[in-house]
């Protein structure tokens, strides 16, 4: 009964990540201003989700070993670590080709690359570590205090890791429904950041109820710059003309005037943004979550039998020699 | 806890003065560190000669990088030594006997702390007179170093522990320790820079408060987990 359940489900997971595919690539609608590159997201973030979660169940088993002595918790523990080694490469990987081809930058050091990138390096340390010892039950105990401890220290990534740039590629407001980027109120002749490009006001023009602003906006690195002029309707109090960021395709939009003041708040716009709203992409977006969640559940299954097994293997034949 | 806490800090204590004097008659970790600090400082100040004549904030975060990739790496050198001596030499297993593993723990820390602020000493003067670093916030540098230096030790010394029962230990140390290192590094090195600049006190204080709360956790992490390493 368990066996069939079980087949059942394997079966259900190839035809789920088959839909899921399918709609990635023919049902939901193109992402406004990126093209076929946008359609990386359905598989770029639930594997970013997967590497996250797998860590943390890794953690979770490797307490489990520490408090019940067993080793099949253990084999769970080296399985989760070694499925979420495998999706952090590819979430890194999906990630760096889409910044390539909307932002023109593989790698950026921004907060969550780095995060991803010390994930990544946990790993490889904690199977560096697993491999230099060598009886099982010291290998086993070390593994898990390493793999706790360096649950205890990965928190603080999410603090400090945006304070190392004050640029971030990843637009949470372009497809999170319900979060929001703030962007930043300046007035005439102020400086500020929007990402990683530094910008400026030099001047506020009215014409009739039309706001024009002209902003100096440099590149990072301060190599080159240019002048935007977006505009903003204070009849209809929203933005009207959103010029496109050089080279990238970010628009950079006038959102607030408030004329008694002088400040004004500009901010970035991702191409795609409100899309998640569309229903299409939100419930592919979800399935897909949800398909990389069972897989990572399956891998662990089959991955800690595997090892399982193979112990047991090498145990019997120590015994025979 | 088996042993009531006035006896497990004398216990401590004692581990801490034989690790003390044990190094003091070697002074193999000692020499490692120092030696390794002072090339690494001369060798800035001779091929960036440049460094201590400028003063803008990129040259201050360059600076207090240097500073700090000569401490880490000069540090995963020498603090690993305490734990690996006791495999190397056969005297885990007495040690073992002799003193409840939070007595170990503490009495190590407490040891890898104090070498390490030796470092810190020897490396900032190495720093301020070959690469000509001028630091404008006494004060706060001095406070930074140590909060960094309590960190280095907190997260690293259940880490030597760890591989003192490994095969390749020193190349392991580094591996295993850096990717934890990555939060209070990128921290301090920024904290440092403006300490270098001369900021207040009141722009440090973010820096120092992320520090401390990074060492209370690794802190009470090896605590908790130090008894698993100690009796695997």
Request: glycine share 6%.
């Amino acid at each position: 009964m368990v066996r069939r359940i079980s087949q059942m489900a394997k079966l259900l997971i190839g035809v789920w990540m088959a839909g899921v595919i399918f709609a990635m690539f023919l049902i939901i609608p193109q992402y406004e201003g990126l093209g076929d590159a946008g359609r990386i997201i359905i598989m770029h973030v639930p594997t970013a989700w997967v590497s996250v979660l797998a860590f943390a169940v890794s953690a979770f088993y490797s307490g489990m070993y520490l408090w019940r002595r067993r080793p099949s918790d253990d084999d769970r523990a080296v399985a989760a670590a070694e499925c979420g080694f495998l999706f952090t490469v590819l979430a890194t990987v999906t990630g760096a080709i889409f910044s390539q081809v909307v932002w023109g930058i593989y790698w950026n050091w921004d907060p969550r690359q780095t995060s991803i990138f010390v994930l990544l390096l946990i790993y490889a340390a904690f199977f560096a570590l697993r491999a230099a010892i060598d009886p099982m039950e010291r290998r086993r105990r070390l593994g898990a205090v390493y793999s706790l401890f360096a649950f205890v220290t990965v928190p603080f990534l999410v603090f400090i890791a945006p304070r190392l740039a004050d640029s971030t590629l990843h637009p949470n407001c372009a497809f999170l429904p319900g979060s929001q980027c703030d962007g930043i109120v300046l007035s005439e002749g102020r400086i500020g950041l929007l990402g990683d490009r530094k910008i400026r006001l030099l001047a506020l023009n009215q014409q009739g109820d039309i706001i024009t602003a002209a902003v100096e906006v440099s590149e990072p690195g301060l190599t080159s710059s240019a002048i935007l002029e977006p505009t903003f309707s204070l009849a209809e109090g929203r933005s009207l003309d959103e010029p496109h960021f050089p080279a990238v395709r970010f628009r950079l939009a006038l959102e607030q005037v408030d004329l008694t003041t002088g400040n004004v708040r500009l901010n970035m716009h991702a191409p795609g943004t409100g899309t998640i709203d569309n229903p299409r992409t939100f419930f592919t977006f979800m399935a897909s979550n949800l398909g990389f969640t069972m897989l990572f559940v399956w891998m662990l299954q089959m991955r800690s039998t595997l090892l399982g097994v193979s112990w047991k293997l090498e145990e019997r034949e120590g015994a025979l020699i | 806890m088996p042993f009531p806490l006035p006896m497990l800090f004398s216990a401590a204590w004692s581990v801490f003065v034989k690790d003390l004097l044990s190094e003091l008659r070697t002074r193999y970790a000692l020499n490692a560190m120092l030696l390794f600090a002072a090339s690494t400082a001369v060798a800035v100040s001779l091929g960036a000669q440049f460094l201590g004549t400028r003063r803008d904030d990129e040259t201050f975060l360059l600076q207090s990088a240097l500073l700090w990739i000569a401490l880490l790496f000069a540090a995963l050198n020498g603090l690993s030594r305490s734990f690996v001596q006791e495999e190397e030499t056969r005297t885990a297993l007495a040690l073992r006997l002799a003193a409840p593993p939070i007595a170990v723990y503490l009495g190590k820390l407490l040891f890898n702390l104090v070498l390490l602020l030796m470092l810190d000493v020897v490396t900032s003067l190495l720093f301020i007179i070959f690469v000509r670093v001028q630091v404008d916030n006494i004060g706060l540098f001095i406070t930074l170093l140590a909060a960094g230096s309590l960190c280095l030790t907190t997260a690293t010394t259940i880490l030597a522990a760890i591989i003192a029962r490994a095969s390749f230990k020193s190349a392991l140390f580094a591996v295993v320790a850096f990717p934890l290192l990555m939060p209070p590094l990128i921290i301090v090195i920024q904290g440092t820079a403006l300490a270098l600049a001369g900021a207040p006190w009141a722009d440090g204080l973010m820096h120092l408060r992320t520090l401390l709360s990074y060492a209370v956790a690794t802190f009470v992490a090896s605590l908790l987990l130090f008894g698993f390493v100690w009796e695997a």
